[in-house]
């Protein structure tokens, strides 16, 4: 990296940030987030629903062990190994401590030439402590990363990423099927797209089943694919904004068929089923949040989102699964009687523990 070059973070509460640049010298706005992972850097860039978010990363090191190759994965050639989408989603990068050396095993190339061809900036050198403490009193919040020391009214023109339509734009624009290799006779998944996570794919896949991938808004009543379940994953924005996606899920119901949601797909869901959503003051985005199974155990998850379902507005018909044993906001909601249930964390990690990966086994044995 050439000299030091001095960036700015610019809060749309005033308050202003200052560090040092790498990956792309440059301007970029968004929705200003934390989270506190301690690995896996390379699997929260690439993953959709950070998608028009700048991402605080509060573990102190970052960039250690560089980036790893781009390969494809075995049990589905579309998918990379290493990434949970083709591309990095992120609008910026925030970290205290910026690793110039990196080693290991599997790494290609830095993550500072990473950012650089994706034409994504980072800033080094804040505290990301104070930074932290600022979005947890306030509450997360539009900012701005700025080569040019910002005035007080550089945040005023930054639209919220949140009233766009986030979840179209990251996820595919025709279907796409994934078979597996050995099963002749797959259980098919039709998986809608709000921004699916590579790994979700893997797991369905490398349990034999087929999962036929189509963009968000597709509507399950009238495809012309053959399928015994539907998937509704996770993805970036305000579930609010996918009003086709949850009136056409809505109207699946019909079908009696599986029903399983993962993140926003949760979210989706519980609006489907006639419940109400809203926005968490700082999200959760971490790899180890405590969530409570009611009446059963207590599981360790990965979480990346930043809105929830509101548990009072659920029909009679419906109820509570999951709780975090953090703040006691909603993580998965199931109905009473028919084969319809979804999680608000993330089975599938990557990055994170799988402590509940058995989910994926619950609904193809559904199917």
């Known amino acids: 990296m050439k000299q030091k070059q001095k960036v700015y973070l610019r809060l749309a509460n005033g308050k202003t940030f200052t560090g040092y640049s790498f990956g792309k010298y440059g301007n970029s706005d968004g929705e200003v987030v934390f989270t506190t992972g301690m690995t896996g850097y390379p699997e929260s860039l690439t993953d959709p629903s950070y998608s028009g978010q700048i991402l605080v990363f509060t573990y102190p090191l970052i960039g250690n062990y560089g980036i790893p190759h781009f390969e494809r994965d075995d049990s589905a050639k579309t998918i990379q190994n290493g990434f949970e ?3 990095i989603q992120v609008r910026g990068m925030i970290i205290s401590n910026y690793s110039f050396e990196y080693s290991h095993f599997d790494a290609a190339g830095s993550l500072h030439t990473w950012l650089q061809e994706n034409d994504i900036p980072g800033i080094y050198g804040i505290d990301t402590r104070e930074l932290t403490k600022t979005l947890r009193t306030t509450g997360v919040m539009l900012g ?82 053959e399928f015994d379940g539907i998937f509704v994953s996770n993805g970036p924005g305000d ?71 509101d548990t009072k507005t659920l029909p009679q018909d419906w109820q509570e699964w999951f709780i975090n044993n953090n703040d006691g906001t909603n993580e998965g909601v199931r109905h009473n009687s028919k084969p319809f249930f979804a999680v608000q964390f993330h089975p599938e990690s990557s990055p994170g523990p799988n402590d509940t990966a058995w989910l994926f086994d619950k609904f193809i044995e559904m199917l």
């Open 239 to 309: 579930p609010k904004m996918c009003t086709a996606t949850i009136d056409n899920l809505k109207r699946s119901f019909s079908l009696n068929k599986p029903i399983f949601g993962i993140c926003l797909g949760s979210q989706i869901l519980g609006l489907s089923a006639g419940a109400d959503t809203y926005k968490l003051k700082f999200g959760h985005r971490s790899q180890n949040q405590p969530c409570i199974e009611v009446g059963g155990h207590c599981y360790i998850t990965s979480q990346n989102h930043g809105y929830a379902v």
């Open 144 to 225: 701005k990363i700025t080569t040019e020391l910002p005035g007080s009214e550089d945040t005023a023109e930054i639209i919220d990423p949140n009233e766009t339509d986030l979840a179209g734009m990251v996820g595919v624009k025709e279907p796409v099927v994934y078979s597996p290799k050995k099963n002749k006779n797959p259980k098919k998944i039709l998986l809608i797209d709000c921004g699916v996570k590579n790994n979700i794919i893997r797991n369905f896949v490398n349990r034999g089943a087929e999962v036929i991938r189509v963009p968000l808004g597709y509507d399950p009543m009238k495809s012309e694919y």
């Open 85 to 87: 989408s083709g591309r």
